[in-house]
Structures are given as C-alpha cells and as structure tokens.
C-alpha cells in the first residue's frame, strides 16, 4: 500500500514545537563597578561619614601672634533605603503538565537576580541627579556641573566642558568616564566632521564600522572612556539652561541624564553598601499546592563626591 499525504494526515504533526525557549535580550550592566561599596556596617540602616574641609592660609607679619583657624567639618549621611523582592510560583498541575517546565523553573532564579541588580543600576545611575532642584546648573566654585545639551543634541564640545568642570573641581584627570544614552552614539556617527575623515584623521573608519562597539565607544573623546546605557535616569526639567544659556525643554519629551566622572579609585563618586545580598528562599505551598521561588536583598546607593560629577541632559529621539 503506497503511503500518501492523503492517507498519513493522522501520523502528521499540525504543529512542530521547538525544544528550546525564547529569552529575552539582555544589555550590559556596568554601575556597581564605580560604587565604593562600603564594610563595617554591623547594624541599623544609616551610615554617618565625617568629613573634613581644607586647611586657610593667613598672611603673617614677623612677631604677631598667627591666626588659628578650625577645619571645616561635615558629615555624610547614608542609608540603606532599598527592601526589594522578586517572587515566582509554579503549581504542581503546571509543572507536571507544561512540557517546558524544567526549562522554566530553572530560569526563575536567575531571572529574579538580574531584575534584582538592574534596579541597583537604575538607582545607582539615577543617584547622581537625585535631590537636584528642577532647572538647576548645580554651580561648584561658580563651575557648572548640570547643563542641557543645545537643542537637546550633545556635541563634543560638551565633553570638552565637561572635563573642564572636572578640572577646575580638582578632580583627576585619570580613568575619566562618559555614560551616556544610545542616542549620543548616532549623533556623534553623523557628525559632519567626524564623518569626513579629512577634518579629522583621529575619527577614521567611523563610517565602515561606527563609534560604538557594543556599550562602548571605540574611540576615546577628551579623555573620556565613552560607554552606552539604557538605564540612565529620566530629566524632565522645563527649563534647563544650556552652554548658551537658551533653556531648554524636557517637561514633554522628557531627556536623559548623561553622566562625566572619574573613576580613579581616591574619587569614585558613588558608595553603596548591600545589608543584604540577593538571597533566594524555595517552598513547597502545600495549602496551595504549589512550588514557591522568592529572592530577596537590602541595599542603598548614594552620590558622594557631586564634585565629582558632571550630568549633562540630552533629548533620546533621534531624526
């Protein structure tokens, strides 16, 4: 007997499933490595850090007595704000019946910590505009250190500034470190002189290959080590003053905070501490006769040298 389609319909499968589950792309992480994170915390949930200022210098005329001043003190305060949970169950009827259930229950956990560590770097990027007032320059020293990009589009003369700012602040000049929105990528790519290689024989092979490999620039501009992030804390200021004082807008299309620092270890400008590490908890539920995965951490992050740092807001979209 010749075995046809007509004749084989219920030894075909209408439906292929594949053995493999589809995951969701994952992007690069990188603010926990500019976090000093802090030790020898045995309890409670704030941190209290003493600071000292800089000693004054008096002119001085022989035989007088010297004038004697006090260094100026501070304090730091920091607290470990953040209780966070990521909890998923699975019944026993769905766990025995999903064909992918192995499959999934393994992906629990991990999923859970990485939820876990992407709000640490929310926070942690978001720190470093928290407090600010809307519409401010954040002046140290008459220095600005927060500033709009011109029409919501950074240029490079903003990175320039930048590191002015960081200079005059007496911060290092050494592993200086740029963080900004993929958008800034495209708009360096396009740049007129960049492009035309002849203006700027540095930038070669912008166009063949681009500026950005993966979350990091390629080419080093101003001293800055230039990473991408889609983590960056949202600006919505109305009227935030930019390099020629014309505000701009980012109430309606709200901006991003692009972040300049440097990450020598004697400045890292931010301090976290984890009062608790991700630490999973299993159990069977047998009222609900189910099977109960939960991750739980304590954590606070904090800006601690604002001299230290540089937000310059930019608008995402791109034409």
């Given at each position: 007997?010749?075995?046809?389609?007509?004749?084989?319909?219920?030894?075909?499968?209408?439906?292929?499933?594949?053995?493999?589950?589809?995951?969701?792309?994952?992007?690069?992480m990188m603010a926990q490595r500019y976090v000093r994170m802090l030790e020898g915390f045995p309890d409670g949930d704030t941190f209290y850090i003493p600071?000292?200022?800089?000693?004054?210098?008096?002119?001085?005329?022989?035989?007088?007595?010297?004038?004697?001043?006090?260094?100026?003190?501070?304090?730091?305060?920091?607290?470990?704000?953040?209780?966070?949970?990521?909890?998923?169950?699975?019944?026993?009827?769905?766990?025995?019946?999903?064909?992918?259930?192995?499959?999934?229950?393994?992906?629990?956990?991990?999923?859970?910590?990485?939820?876990?560590?992407?709000?640490?770097?929310?926070?942690?990027?978001?720190?470093?505009?928290?407090?600010?007032?809307?519409?401010?320059?954040?002046?140290?020293?008459?220095?600005?250190?927060?500033?709009?990009?011109?029409?919501?589009?950074?240029?490079?003369?903003?990175?320039?500034?930048?590191?002015?700012?960081l200079k005059r602040a007496s911060v290092p000049d050494q592993a200086l470190i740029a963080i900004v929105d993929p958008s800034v990528e495209y708009t360096?790519?396009?740049?007129?002189?960049?492009?035309?290689?002849?203006?700027?024989?540095?930038?070669?092979?912008?166009?063949?290959?681009?500026?950005?490999?993966?979350?990091?620039?390629?080419?080093?501009?101003?001293?800055?080590?230039?990473?991408?992030?889609?983590?960056?804390?949202?600006?919505?200021?109305?009227?935030?003053?930019?390099?020629?004082?014309?505000?701009?807008?980012?109430?309606?299309?709200?901006?991003?905070?692009?972040?300049?620092?440097?990450?020598?270890?004697?400045?890292?400008?931010?301090?976290?501490?984890?009062?608790?590490?991700?630490?999973?908890?299993?159990?069977?539920?047998?009222?609900?006769?189910?099977?109960?995965?939960?991750?739980?951490?304590?954590?606070?992050?904090?800006?601690?040298?604002?001299?230290?740092?540089?937000?310059?807001?930019?608008?995402?979209?791109?034409?």
């Amino acid at each position: 007997m010749a075995m046809t389609t007509g004749n084989t319909d219920l030894l075909t499968r209408g439906e292929v499933w594949s053995g493999e589950l589809k995951e969701i792309l994952r992007d690069e992480m990188m603010a926990q490595r500019y976090v000093r994170m802090l030790e020898g915390f045995p309890d409670g949930d704030t941190f209290y850090i003493p600071s000292i200022g800089q000693a004054q210098v008096d002119d001085y005329s022989e035989d007088t007595e010297v004038a004697y001043r006090p260094l100026d003190t501070g304090q730091f305060t920091f607290s470990v704000d953040k209780y966070l949970s990521s909890a998923t169950y699975i019944t026993k009827k769905a766990e025995q019946d999903a064909f992918y259930s192995q499959q999934l229950i393994s992906s629990f956990v991990p999923e859970q910590e990485r939820a876990i560590m992407a709000h640490f770097e929310t926070t942690t990027l978001a720190a470093a505009d928290a407090g600010v007032s809307a519409n401010s320059n954040e002046s140290l020293d008459g220095v600005e250190h927060r500033w709009a990009a011109a029409a919501g589009t950074i240029a490079l003369a903003d990175f320039a500034r930048a590191r002015h700012a960081l200079k005059r602040a007496s911060v290092p000049d050494q592993a200086l470190i740029a963080i900004v929105d993929p958008s800034v990528e495209y708009t360096i790519n396009t740049l007129t002189n960049l492009v035309n290689v002849s203006n700027n024989p540095r930038f070669e092979g912008i166009v063949a290959d681009g500026i950005a490999t993966g979350m990091t620039f390629v080419k080093n501009i101003y001293g800055f080590d230039v990473y991408c992030s889609n983590y960056l804390a949202d600006v919505t200021d109305s009227a935030l003053p930019d390099r020629s004082n014309s505000n701009v807008d980012f109430s309606s299309d709200n901006g991003k905070a692009n972040l300049f620092f440097s990450a020598a270890p004697s400045v890292t400008p931010f301090v976290g501490a984890w009062r608790q590490m991700p630490e999973v908890d299993y159990e069977y539920n047998k009222d609900l006769q189910r099977h109960e995965y939960v991750t739980t951490s304590r954590y606070g992050v904090k800006l601690y040298r604002p001299e230290n740092m540089v937000r310059i807001a930019s608008k995402p979209s791109v034409v």
